[in-house]
């Protein structure tokens, strides 16, 4: 377990921390497809926080796409980095993600974060940030729309439809099993999204959430559990 501490010159406030999503938004790569879905590794990312003593844990999975074994795994603690603040979420978890992204033994290939990328009311999310600042291909895979409209998709896993902010396509509700309530994929960085859904699919052979998801969330739960034991 890798542990972190708040990078100098993080950002203290929530302007400082729009600047930053400002400078950075425009670095997002659109027009890449992305990595082929079924192949190579795809990494899960995920954190845990206890709020109350101050710490995050991050978790980084890597899986074989194609099996969905696991390939390699590390965690990463330290303190919370940022004020709970929504729509600046990615500032609380970035600084530990990183180090246990950096702490894999392995390229994580496409990585896949618990949230959003695109679909944000800044149009910068967690998995954008993270594409940016790494380089790699990112999706975010998230629980719920947000503040976003859409349409319920068709009952059969597969179904989709557009995540909208007013007119504009930020995201697909994603149904994953069979009259089972979707989740809501966006781009983050060097993907399309067409293939973030795939990958999905790919990733959800037999529960709602991706196994990246799954995996990634329950490690970083466990790590929080070593670093914060209760007597």
Not at 69 to 80: D, K, L, P
Not at 150 to 168: C, E, K, M, N, Q
């Amino acid at each position: 377990m890798t542990t972190v501490r708040i990078p100098a010159g993080w950002p203290a406030n929530e302007d400082e921390a729009r600047a930053v999503q400002d400078e950075l938004r425009g670095r997002v790569v659109h027009d890449e497809p992305g990595p082929t879905p079924g192949t190579g590794h795809v990494t899960g990312v995920d954190v845990a926080y206890d709020d109350e003593r101050d710490v995050v844990a991050a978790a980084a999975v890597v899986l074989d796409a194609a099996s969905l074994e696991v390939v390699a795994e590390a965690t990463a603690v330290g303190r919370i980095s940022f004020p709970y603040v929504p729509g600046l979420l990615a500032f609380r978890e970035i600084p530990t993600v990183l180090a246990a992204l950096d702490a894999l033994p392995c390229p994580p290939g496409l990585v896949v974060c618990d949230g959003y990328g695109l679909a944000h009311p800044r149009r910068f999310g967690l998995a954008s940030h993270l594409g940016v600042l790494t380089g790699l291909p990112t999706i975010g895979v998230a629980k719920n729309p947000f503040t976003f409209a859409h349409d319920d998709p068709g009952t059969a896993r597969g179904s989709t439809t557009p995540l909208l902010a007013g007119s504009d396509e930020v995201g697909r509700a994603l149904r994953t099993r069979d009259a089972v309530k979707p989740v809501f994929v966006s781009v983050g960085h060097r993907v399309s999204l067409d293939n973030a859904c795939a990958h999905t699919l790919a990733l959800t052979p037999a529960y709602r959430l991706p196994e990246t998801t799954r995996r990634a969330d329950a490690l970083c739960r466990r790590a929080l559990q070593e670093a914060t034991p209760r007597h």
